[in-house]
């Protein structure tokens, strides 16, 4: 009687699909993200780093809630957390092909997941800071989550992981926000064709915008190319 699907020899045969990272800074990133591994202490591993780069999402959404009452002091934390976030999110997997201890389904899994859910405690400190419209926070979030679930399906269907697109990847994303943070404090709110608006908002909207035209440019390309492999009459 089987007790599981997945066998050793199961296992054996997985393939991780191929990572696509072509962003602004990879090389510079990934010639840091190496040196780190290499200098971790034994007692670090994968799981903490996953760990640390989620809690730290988490942290950064609720400091997004604190600088409504401390401007200063709250964007300065969310800039911390953002950083920690980075080393957490970027460095265990690089940790984990460093050290040879590759758990590429466990991994890929337990890191994107996180990452999902980390983004809605992230865009809800946004949504109840008063630094971005509830409204443009949501409508954020559901274009990054809708992203994520084509980049996934993508990775299993296509067997190409796409981190970056063009020059932006996730560490990209992340320095914008902090320069974001630093212009909040200079200038929250800004004119625009005559209207005012709040400057989170404004960036907010240009991001919506730039993810759903990824969005459907990846659909229509892996649409393609599926039905070009498997049809077959």
Not at 20 to 27: A, D, E, F, V
Request: hydrophobic residues 50%.
């Amino acid at each position: 009687m089987t007790i599981s699907s997945v066998t050793p020899d199961t296992q054996k045969e997985f393939q991780p699909a191929a990572r696509q990272q072509t962003s602004l800074l990879s090389s510079l990133e990934k010639r840091a993200l190496i040196h780190f591994a290499q200098h971790l202490p034994r007692s670090v591993n994968s799981d903490h780093l996953t760990a640390l780069g989620f809690l730290a999402m988490v942290a950064a959404g609720a400091c997004y809630y604190w600088a409504a009452s401390n401007p200063a002091a709250g964007l300065a934390a969310v800039t911390l957390c953002l950083a920690l976030n980075w080393f957490g999110d970027s460095l265990d997997g690089t940790l984990a092909r460093v050290r040879n201890q590759q758990r590429p389904r466990y991994g890929f899994y337990l890191d994107h997941i996180l990452d999902s859910a980390g983004s809605i405690f992230l865009f809800g400190g946004l949504a109840i800071s008063g630094y971005m419209s509830p409204g443009i926070a949501a409508a954020l979030l559901v274009a990054y989550l809708l992203l994520s679930i084509e980049v996934f399906l993508a990775t299993y269907t296509v067997g190409k992981f796409q981190i970056s697109f063009g020059a932006f990847s996730p560490t990209e994303l992340r320095l914008l926000l902090v320069i974001g943070n630093a212009a909040l404090l200079w200038k929250p709110v800004v004119t625009l064709f005559g209207h005012q608006f709040l400057l989170f908002d404004v960036g907010g909207a240009c991001g919506i915008g730039g993810m759903l035209v990824i969005v459907v440019h990846s659909i229509a390309k892996h649409t393609a190319q599926l039905y070009r492999e498997e049809t077959t009459w």
